[in-house]
């Protein structure tokens, strides 16, 4: 046996058709303009673009049809995200799509249905996880009494100002549990939002405790433990095909850069100390590429088995490191100029540290590879 | 004609149950991994005999056609021989320029007499072929070629030199690029292309010693060598075209080549299995986190790299920068081989310093040279620094 093992990539028409529509919506709707005049509002998001959207069916796209979905699972999501991230469109799209497929995978088919289907209607979602900044962490502080009392904080819970639905990761009955909280079920204040580095991302820290969950509104047992190890592995390969869009983007805007920038007499791009590492990013955004594609050909419906994480895992530790490479080139390459706020380049390297830090960064993933490949 | 599942599943069985039971023992010398290896006589009589057997068993030249000595089947036959040698891992089919090269050139454009004079010999190994494209002032600038070739009577006569000719001391026959007009305006258009003895005098294969202390490379020089007019493949001036056309065949069985295991790939599996019971710090090197990450990185590229052959293939996952993987696969791929290899050594502590030769060595050495070896391929065939320049010029556009 490899340890190179399973290369399997294949791409379907539906995924096709979807990257196109999707290019196209995010180039036409979200210019850099665009990008940079949701910079300081505080959803960080256009709504009524989010409602077109919603209306081109992607905040359903892996949902089942029963639920009002398409019913194309997550493989078709990412191309979606792709192109999302080429525009650096932030919408709450990856963050709703997360909460569907956790309340999905840990509750079974019907259960969530009602919640489910609001979702594909238009209902922004999101998972309430970390309590801490370690993502390897598994510990869960926040508390689910029998009650259905919540109590606890979490942090860094992904588009919280926006979300309608909360999908709140706690201990209930010694185990874990997941807890469906409308946005009017939290106190006022509760919601305390970050200060990112990534100023087209919105995050905060929601306080729960007090909330009452009723019990059709709990899911627990045995489903919930490996859907949530599900959840960290489709986190981590959305954040990686977000990331490889703007990693595409980024290059873009470099290699615009070098044909046009004159230093010396000559066009900077003729110089081979710009040049080479340039190609280094490109065969290093070829590569994010391939292996986003290849993780969303081994993500189905039913639990990732192993294969399925080590692409998604490979997929994250080399996209948001190949975005950091190029955010990082890209204020490097424009100079002066690029050291400024005007210059495009800080929204990528923004957008390469903030990818970095979601789902777990390049080392988290490789010292789980080590295992996964070598023991 | 339609060739049935159970005909390729019973024609596998066949080639492997071949291989298996003809596979030669190990020699006691260090077999080549390449044919630019290939460094005394023992190695080429060894290896020759081998392409001969496989050839004689029918597994080689499955497609070529039978009047030549080739198999006249479909080309499917000789790409299961293929994978079932690289599986069982015999030694390479070596003549690989007659194999790979000169032989699908001469099928796709020699006349009748030099299809019937040259393709059997090529197959059989009876004639060992050497190519004569670069040059020592123009290692990468291939169209600039200097050695002249000027028409007299009924022969060419040669003058210059060539550089880094495999096995320039052992091959009977050389593709050789020659300037025959240097006047053109174009300096691709003063190019021709011939199939020149090298047993003749005024031609003398001198051979370069290795960075690894062996040899396999010649450095040739011809001294107003006369060489028959009628070794002019096409017409004067279509050198350079008829070079370009040569090296589209250099991907194996499909693209018209002979096939035979051309080269033993060194994978990132060789390695993990062969360093399991090396330590650091005491404990297994498997173990250590620090090379269980350079490890994981490893891996990676390789994938990373075994994928991007399959996406190549997809077209909607191919819009920006198209052909950028094909074009860049060369010098990833042989990077990444460069720093797998080094780190091979790397692993095996103070062992790590001991060379073919040492008793002690591991695998006689074989990671040290390997590794020595892996800058003839980020090297020839247009240096990584080149290829970089033609990345960045073709496909991203950047000026020059």
Redesign the interface.
């Known amino acids: 046996m490899?340890?190179?093992?399973n290369?399997?990539?294949?791409?379907s028409e539906e995924?096709?058709m979807l990257?196109?529509v999707a290019r196209e919506f995010c180039k036409n709707k979200s210019p850099i303009a665009v990008v940079r005049s949701q910079l300081e509002t505080d959803s960080g998001y256009d709504p009524a673009l989010w409602d077109e959207m919603v209306g081109l069916g992607w905040a359903g796209i892996a949902l089942p049809e029963a639920c009002g979905g398409s019913g194309m699972g997550v493989a078709t999501v990412v191309p979606v995200v792709e192109a999302m991230g080429r525009a650096m469109l932030g919408t709450p799209l990856v963050s709703t799509t997360l909460a569907a497929q956790l309340l999905l995978r840990a509750a079974g088919a019907g259960r969530m249905d009602a919640a489910l289907a609001a979702i594909a209607a238009g209902a922004t979602a999101t998972v309430a996880l970390l309590e801490n900044a370690d993502w390897g962490d598994t510990r869960i502080g926040c508390t689910l009494g029998a009650d259905g009392a919540l109590g606890g904080s979490k942090r860094f819970v992904a588009d919280a100002a926006a979300a309608r639905l909360f999908v709140v990761v706690a201990h209930y009955r010694g185990a874990p549990a997941l807890a469906l909280v409308r946005a009017e079920q939290l106190a006022g204040g509760a919601i305390v939002p970050d200060t990112l580095i990534d100023q087209t991302k919105r995050s905060a820290s929601v306080d729960f405790s007090g909330v009452v969950v009723a019990d059709e509104n709990i899911i627990a047992g045995e489903g919930v433990v490996a859907a949530l190890r599900d959840l960290h592995l489709l986190g981590a390969l959305l954040t990686a095909a977000e990331a490889t869009g703007s990693a595409?983007r980024c290059l873009d805007t470099i290699?615009d850069y070098?044909?046009t920038r004159k230093q010396f007499g000559?066009?900077i791009?003729?110089y081979?100390a710009l040049?080479?590492p340039?190609?280094d990013i490109?065969?290093a955004v070829?590569?994010a590429?391939?292996?986003i594609?290849?993780a969303a050909t081994l993500v189905g419906e039913g639990p990732l088995d192993k294969d399925a994480e080590i692409a998604c895992r490979?997929a994250k530790?080399?996209a948001t490191d190949t975005l950091l490479y190029a955010g990082d080139r890209a204020v490097q390459f424009h100079g002066g100029m690029g050291f400024t706020y005007e210059c495009d380049a800080q929204l990528y390297i923004r957008r390469a540290q903030w990818s970095q830090q979601q789902y777990g960064d390049a080392?988290h993933h490789?010292?789980r590879?080590?295992s996964l490949?070598?023991? | 004609m339609s060739i049935s599942e159970q005909e390729l599943n019973d024609f596998r069985a066949q080639v492997s149950a071949w291989m298996r039971d003809n596979q030669p023992a190990d020699p006691g010398f260090l077999l080549p991994q390449t044919f630019m290896e290939v460094g005394d006589e023992r190695q080429l009589e060894f290896l020759r005999e081998w392409q001969h057997k496989v050839w004689s068993a029918g597994y080689l030249g499955m497609a070529w056609p039978k009047q030549y000595g080739g198999g006249g089947m479909p080309r499917v036959f000789q790409a299961i021989a293929d994978q079932e040698m690289r599986r069982h891992g015999v030694p390479i089919c070596f003549n690989v320029i007659g194999l790979g090269w000169a032989g699908p050139l001469i099928i796709d454009i020699g006349t009748e007499a030099v299809k019937a004079r040259y393709l059997k010999g090529i197959l059989s190994a009876e004639d060992i072929w050497c190519q004569g494209f670069s040059e020592p002032d123009h290692g990468s600038d291939l169209g600039n070629a200097q050695t002249r070739a000027v028409r007299d009577g009924d022969e060419y006569v040669i003058n210059g030199q060539k550089i880094w000719t495999t096995m320039g001391n052992f091959a009977k026959y050389m593709i050789l690029l020659a300037r025959t007009n240097p006047d053109a305006a174009r300096k691709y258009d003063g190019l021709s292309y011939f199939l020149a003895p090298m047993h003749v005098p005024g031609i003398e294969a001198r051979p370069i010693r290795k960075i690894t202390g062996e040899y396999g490379f010649t450095e040739t020089f011809f001294t107003d060598a006369r060489i028959p007019a009628d070794c002019l493949m096409g017409e004067e001036g279509q050198g350079w075209k008829i070079a370009m056309q040569t090296l589209q065949y250099e991907r194996g069985a499909e693209a018209g080549a002979a096939g035979g295991l051309m080269m033993v790939r060194v994978?990132?599996?060789d390695l993990?299995e062969q360093i399991r019971d090396l330590c650091r710090d005491g404990e297994p090197v498997?173990q250590d986190?620090v090379m269980?990450?350079q490890?994981?990185?490893l891996?990676?590229?390789?994938?990373?790299l075994?994928?991007?052959d399959?996406?190549a293939h997809?077209a909607?996952?191919t819009t920006?920068?198209p052909h950028?993987?094909p074009l860049?696969h060369k010098?990833?791929g042989t990077e990444m081989s460069r720093r797998m290899r080094q780190f091979a050594i790397n692993l095996q502590g103070a062992a790590g310093a001991l060379y073919v030769g040492d008793g002690q060595a591991r695998q006689g050495g074989f990671w040290q040279r390997a590794y020595f070896n892996s800058f003839s391929a980020t090297i020839g065939g247009g240096t990584s620094?080149v290829q970089?320049?033609i990345?960045?010029e073709h496909?991203?556009?950047?000026?020059?």
């Open positions: 490899s340890v190179i093992g290369t399997a990539l294949s791409f995924q096709a990257l196109d595409g290699v070098l044909k000559k066009l791009g003729s081979q040049k080479h340039t190609v490109l065969t070829d590569s590429r391939s292996f594609y290849h490979m530790a080399h080392q490789r010292k590879l080590a490949l070598l023991d | 994978t990132i599996d993990v498997l986190p269980r990450d490890l994981v990185r891996i990676m590229e390789e994938k990373a075994a994928l991007g399959k996406r997809i909607a996952l920006d920068y950028s993987l860049s010098l990833r620094q970089t320049n990345v960045a496909i991203l556009g950047l000026p020059k």
